[in-house]
């Protein structure tokens, strides 16, 4: 029976110290990075890959030392346009963001896997570098042959989904108007029955 008396307090201790360590943990930099692509084909046969990623401090302290790294293009399938693939910050406060954007030209027809970014931070009460990774993206189909856009595909899929439904109303609102309005020979037969 003595052993009962120190189980619950143990229990109740061990229960706060995992609780404590766990908010404790949860108080430094927590980086969130979304990476997206977006494909434009240009006039002279090419295509231009717009690249950005932002990096979020989702976590309650700053985090220091900020390197985000994207050089996973291969320098034979693109161009660097405009911008740089890597950059460095000095800080990222919590509840702050950051973004890094960049153009590339593509050069060869390709299905294009790009790996997440790496960013790498200091936290000023860990010795080594932490490092946090973008979201993934999805496949990349650099000069895919594309069917061209047609212009009026919108009102197709509208007339196919509506047409009847259109057309009903319009018979309808038609008919109302036809017995609604008063036609010009009988307000002329009722006009002159008066005047007699």
């Known amino acids: 029976m003595a052993n009962w008396k120190f189980g619950p307090p143990i229990f109740i201790l061990a229960a706060l110290l995992l609780a404590v360590s766990t908010i404790a943990s949860s108080e430094g930099p927590f980086i969130v990075a979304h990476k997206k692509a977006s494909l434009t084909r240009l006039k002279s046969g090419s295509e231009r890959v717009s690249v950005s990623i932002d990096?979020?401090?989702?976590?309650?302290?700053?985090?220091?030392?900020?390197t985000l790294n994207d050089d996973n293009w291969s320098r034979d399938l693109f161009d660097i346009v405009a911008g740089n693939t890597s950059i460095s910050w000095e800080r990222l406060d919590a509840g702050?963001?950051?973004s890094?954007?960049?153009?590339l030209e593509a050069k060869t027809k390709t299905v294009f896997y790009s790996p997440p970014a790496v960013i790498t931070f200091r936290?000023?009460?860990?010795?080594?570098?932490?490092?946090?990774?973008?979201?993934?993206?999805?496949?990349?189909?650099i000069?895919?042959?594309?069917?061209p856009e047609k212009k009026f595909d919108w009102a197709k899929k509208l007339l196919a989904k509506y047409g009847s439904l259109f057309s009903v109303i319009t018979i309808v609102v038609s008919f109302i108007y036809l017995v609604a309005t008063p036609?010009?020979?009988?307000?002329?037969?009722g006009g002159s029955k008066k005047k007699h």
């Open 96 to 98: 702050g963001a950051l």
């Open 100 to 103: 890094l954007s960049f153009e």
């Open 55 to 66: 990096v979020y401090n989702q976590g309650f302290s700053t985090a220091y030392d900020v």
């Open 183 to 189: 036609s010009k020979s009988g307000a002329a037969k």
């Open 123 to 141: 936290i000023p009460t860990k010795p080594t570098l932490q490092e946090a990774y973008s979201t993934p993206m999805l496949p990349l189909e």
């Open 143 to 147: 000069l895919a042959d594309r069917p």
